[in-house]
């Protein structure tokens, strides 16, 4: 599906105050009608090049005369600043499939447009560092596993979402003693004040708020007062 990038900054723009000036629309009209003018382009010149129509160029009684008086189109007939709102779309259909295809539209521009001008190079250099990155997760997660730190949790709800916090707060060595340090700390607190499971918390929930479980040094083991504090129960 077509799609072209929509500023907020429009609706106040001078260049659609003068159109509806120039037209008689007011401005949220003339931005329906503006939309609808470059979702036409995409369809039927998508280079943004709108000189084959010879100037006989009328949609929703928006001429094109009144669009380039207005700033919307340029004076050769080019819509202005076309790269701005269709180039990631044009990026995304032509980059593969068909690069000549895409070149041949920036270059009817004057100007660079780094996103759609992306090298054989650089997209290998993005893959190489997707590889990386998944293969950094996948070693952090068989360095800290979760079923190690799950299989002491003393309520197993919500595992699936108790993991994904787990992979995400616990990336270093560093992390990984100190969750431990801090379940630890709950299971000697459940333990000490024969804390019934319906107030245990869910794995989900716990390992979401792990830190707030960590033992400062030289600090008192947690207190009932301290785990109502932490449970928002004070």
Not at 128 to 143: E, G, L, P, Q
Not at 144 to 169: C, L, N, S
Not at 205 to 229: A, C, L, S, V
């Amino acid at each position: 599906m077509a799609w072209i990038k929509s500023y907020q900054n429009l609706k106040e723009h001078p260049k659609l105050l003068r159109l509806c000036e120039k037209t008689g629309k007011n401005k949220a009209e003339a931005i329906g009608h503006l939309h609808m003018f470059w979702w036409w382009v995409l369809d039927y010149a998508e280079d943004g090049d709108l000189s084959k129509f010879n100037g006989s160029l009328t949609l929703d009684g928006l001429k094109l005369d009144d669009l380039k008086e207005c700033g919307f189109v340029d004076k050769d007939e080019k819509v202005h600043d076309w790269i701005d709102f269709a180039g990631k779309y044009l990026t995304d259909k032509y980059r593969t499939a068909n690069p000549k295809k895409l070149k041949s539209i920036v270059k009817k521009y004057s100007r660079d447009y780094r996103p759609t001008l992306v090298g054989k190079k650089s997209r290998q250099k993005e893959r190489k560092k997707d590889k990386k990155d998944k293969k950094d997760k996948k070693d952090i997660i068989a360095a800290f596993p979760f079923e190690e730190i799950w299989i002491k949790y003393p309520r197993k709800h919500g595992k699936d979402d108790a993991e994904k916090h787990f992979i995400k707060t616990v990336v270093t060595g560093q992390d990984w003693q100190n969750i431990n340090r801090a379940l630890n700390q709950y299971n000697e607190y459940i333990v000490k004040n024969n804390v019934e499971e319906k107030y245990i918390k869910y794995g989900s929930t716990w390992f979401n708020q792990w830190k707030d479980y960590i033992p400062k040094e030289g600090k008192k083991p947690m207190t009932e007062e301290d785990h109502k504090r932490i449970v928002g129960l004070k």
